[in-house]
């Protein structure tokens, strides 16, 4: 993030000196200068703008500065500054997701009543935005289980944020019932652990235990360890509160382990509805979209040493290395062997240009949750699968030197497998 600050503060400067005829030079030069000179330190970005905006409160920058001064104070993590220059951005803006979240959540940082119906109001506009951007659909080649999944996750902590607020403001009821939408739309051990945490408030330390029961049998993945011993010893506390022993502890786990089970699965086949791929791991069970609507699925292919090219259109090195590849096909003209052209792109018409303008013989799918499974966090990647299924080479960036050499014996290892 302190890249992306940078290079937003950059570009802030450059605008600011070039772009607008009405910033007066001594302006440009100071505000060029304190930027400069702050670097990606969000804390001297914070400074310098601050000591900018004193000194031209009228500044035509403004806006722009206050923005940057929310950002910076996001990751310098310093709720007071956040708060301050997130009310004057979300005051003049629409559509700001993140802000609003995380504006939402310094707010909650304390209980008072006054910070609470601020933070209301706030989560119920995070909440709308998300609800418009499910309603929008996915953009073009996102792997669309993955943009579901990540805004359900979102309206859940839209949902969760609202239930803090309202209890803050003592309507228990209503916060019990926000929480437990919100473990509804994505079960999570935050979400139940709101709902726990009213339920107590309002005198039924049953029911809060039962809730803290799922949140420690829930898997999230961001619940530490830490977390989890919380959960369990005030899970004890509040259902010996309840029944006078730990009698029923066991079989109250159980209960919420099969309860949650069953919940996820049918989460996984609502999600894998829209998504085929929705939540594989093995590359053998992709289904992958060609760029005229075609589909090609792996399972067809089992078997076969199959080889892997990830590329992207933008990628110089993906062009340099596509002859060598097809330098080793070649020389494996085997029937046993499958070469797979898979772009990362996200735009299909890009893709679409690209071919048009390169030589690019063979077909070209889309990797559609394929990258993920595999791990492939660099481009160009190969990635050599073995007649089993299991990743038998894989090849991380592109050196041409002993390319052909190296790709080649991986696939002959493969092929000679048993």
Not at 98 to 106: S, Y
Not at 298 to 321: H, N, Y
Request: proline share 5%; glycine share 6%.
């Amino acid at each position: 993030m302190k890249r992306a600050l940078a290079s937003a503060l950059f570009g802030l400067a450059l605008w600011g000196a070039d772009q607008n005829p009405t910033l007066s030079e001594q302006e440009k030069r100071d505000l060029n200068n304190a930027l400069r000179e702050a670097g990606a330190s969000p804390d001297e970005s914070l400074r310098a703008i601050e000591k900018h905006l004193a000194k031209y409160p009228n500044s035509p920058r403004r806006p722009e500065l206050e923005r940057s001064a929310v950002r910076a104070a996001i990751e310098a993590r310093d709720d007071r500054r956040l708060i301050l220059y997130g009310e004057r951005v979300l005051g003049r803006e629409t559509g700001d997701a993140f802000t609003l979240e995380r504006m939402t959540r310094a707010l909650l940082q304390s209980d008072s009543t006054e910070s609470a119906e601020t933070a209301l109001g706030y989560a119920r506009r995070f909440e709308a935005e998300v609800r418009q951007a499910l309603r929008g659909g996915p953009p073009a080649r996102v792997v669309q289980s993955d943009w579901r999944d990540g805004l359900e996750r979102s309206l859940s902590q839209a949902l969760t944020y609202e239930a803090r607020a309202a209890g803050n403001l003592g309507r228990a009821s209503e916060a019990i019932a926000l929480a437990q939408r919100a473990f509804e739309t994505y079960p999570n051990a935050e979400s139940a652990r709101e709902g726990a945490r009213w339920l107590e408030r309002a005198g039924d330390p049953e029911a809060g235990a039962r809730r803290l029961s799922d949140a420690l049998t829930i898997p999230d993945p961001r619940t530490t360890d830490a977390d989890r011993v919380r959960d369990r010893a005030r899970m004890g506390q509040l259902w010996r509160q309840a029944t006078g022993s730990d009698s029923g502890l066991g079989d109250l786990l159980l209960e919420a382990f099969d309860r949650n089970m069953e919940l996820l699965q049918a989460r996984a086949l609502r999600l894998r509805a829209n998504d085929p791929n929705s939540g594989l791991t093995d590359p053998r069970e992709f289904t992958l979209a060609g760029l005229n609507g075609n589909r090609l699925s792996m399972a067809s292919l089992r078997g076969k040493v199959l080889i892997l090219d990830f590329w992207a259109t933008w990628c110089i090195p993906c062009r340099e290395q596509h002859p060598l590849y097809q330098q080793v096909m070649r020389q494996l003209q085997d029937a046993e062997v499958v070469f797979l052209s898979i772009s990362t792109d996200e735009d299909p018409q890009a893709v679409k240009k690209f071919l048009a303008e390169h030589p690019w013989p063979e077909p070209v799918w889309f990797e559609d949750g394929l990258s993920r499974a595999l791990a492939v966090t660099e481009i160009p990647t190969t990635i050599v699968i073995g007649r089993d299924g299991k990743v038998a080479g894989r090849i991380n960036g592109f050196v041409a030197e002993h390319f052909v050499e190296r790709l080649t014996e991986r696939i002959r290892d493969a092929l000679n497998a048993k």
